[in-house]
């Protein structure tokens, strides 16, 4: 190949480069003329989505930070409706415990909070869905979530267990209580591991 | 290898980011489709399926426009950059013409930096490519860390770590402010045309 053509190929190349990566700006506040606008309940849950998606890829501070905040907006809005509140909630405590523990929660975390997700979606985004219908769903995925709970109750080391502390098994408790208990339980066992893991970590600073 | 239809003037390029876990890839790409959303056709896709075979990548596809009377048309790629990941890893660098390796500054992923390289490596490898001769540009992402007093790397080190005998072209970037990013994949885009420009000319 000659240098002429080579050189003209490089010019033309950085020229294309250039015009390509260095127009203006449009305006972030305005969107493109031509999307169509997006549902009020729909484009939250599609932030939500794409967040959970990310959450399964790469686990990091800033997805699940959010995560969580979007779950809070997400719970405002959705104040009055118990079974949308109670699954964002159990969404909330699951971000939670894998923004504690990160690649060492729980290998079934990720797929519990996709289902209560995918749950979630269809509660929001099915009109044809009963109530009660929701409900069940609803009350599924609560089981689930204490299913999982016993599982990393189980799988914790003995020094980080609470130990004093009876399991208390998800059929003797009624639906929305035992989504509270289960927070709150699951909030007190991050606490009692972070603060072990504190002791853990003084003690080889200490070394 | 860049699919060159010569009957239609049309040339595919496939730059992949690659890098360790947590180190900025997507952001890369998330700013590069920020940049050029307004004037790209495609959409920034993240591709997942579940179950055993695992597929999971983001994909942003764009026509640079013509050069040289062929059409270019340009995909970026990125790959999770988590240890489990790996078949994805190596699947995604299937056919791939240019690299961008996005290296975590902070001092604490120095190991992981060396080990994503190795990888990056051997997985080419699988594909008779020799790291050496492929299109390849580093960047040092995440240099903005420095102003928040945590402590990052000093460029001559992660040179002298990854890119003393490739000696690849390289940018210091902090793709969550978008520096340097537009001038990486910049640089990538060019190296990897240059680098197939025999068959266009």
Not at chain 1, 161 to 184: W, Y
Not at chain 2, 82 to 87: D, E, I, L, T, W
Request: charged share 30%.
């Amino acid at each position: 190949m000659d240098k002429k053509a080579n050189d003209t190929f490089a010019f033309d190349l950085e020229n294309r480069l250039d015009d390509f990566f260095s127009d203006a700006l449009p305006s972030q506040d305005e969107p493109p003329a031509d999307a169509p606008p997006a549902p009020k309940t729909d484009l939250p849950l599609k932030e939500l989505k794409s967040t959970i998606l990310a959450i399964d890829w790469e686990i990091t501070d800033d997805i699940l930070d959010t995560f969580i905040g979007q779950l809070d907006g997400l719970m405002e809005q959705f104040e009055d409706d118990k079974v949308i509140h109670t699954l964002l909630k159990l969404l909330k405590s699951l971000g939670k415990y894998v923004r504690t523990h990160k690649s060492k929660a729980h290998p079934d975390t990720i797929k519990r909070i996709m289902a209560v997700y995918s749950v979630l979606e269809e509660s929001v985004t099915n009109d044809d869905m009963s109530r009660n219908e929701k409900e069940k769903l609803m009350l599924e995925e609560v089981r689930q979530f204490q299913r999982l709970k016993a599982l990393i109750f189980a799988s914790s080391p003995p020094h980080v267990s609470s130990g004093s502390q009876k399991p208390i098994k998800p059929e003797e408790m009624p639906g929305i209580d035992a989504v509270v208990s289960a927070i709150d339980e699951l909030k007190s066992m991050m606490a009692s591991e972070l603060s072990a893991i504190r002791e853990e970590l003084g003690q080889l600073l200490k070394k | 290898m860049a699919f060159i239809n010569t009957k239609t003037k049309e040339v595919q390029v496939k730059l992949v980011f690659v890098g360790p876990g947590r180190g900025g890839k997507t952001t890369n790409l998330e700013y590069i489709f920020s940049r050029i959303r307004h004037r790209i056709e495609s959409d920034m896709v993240s591709i997942k399926t579940q179950g055993d075979r695992t597929l999971f990548f983001d994909f942003l596809p764009f026509e640079l426009g013509a050069i040289k009377g062929y059409n270019v048309k340009t995909q970026l790629y990125t790959v999770p950059g988590q240890v489990k990941y790996n078949a994805t890893r190596k699947l995604v660098l299937k056919g791939v013409d240019g690299i961008v390796f996005v290296a975590d500054s902070m001092v604490d992923r120095r190991e992981n930096n060396i080990t994503a390289l190795n990888n990056l490596s051997e997985n080419l490898h699988f594909y008779d490519i020799d790291i050496a001769e492929l299109p390849l540009v580093f960047q040092y992402n995440k240099r903005d860390l420095a102003t928040e007093g945590i402590p990052i790397l000093d460029v001559e080190t992660m040179e002298k770590d990854l890119n003393a005998t490739l000696k690849a072209p390289s940018f210091t970037a902090s793709a969550l402010k978008g520096d340097n990013v537009i001038p990486t994949v910049k640089k990538a885009i060019s190296t990897t045309m240059v680098a197939i420009r025999e068959k266009l000319l």
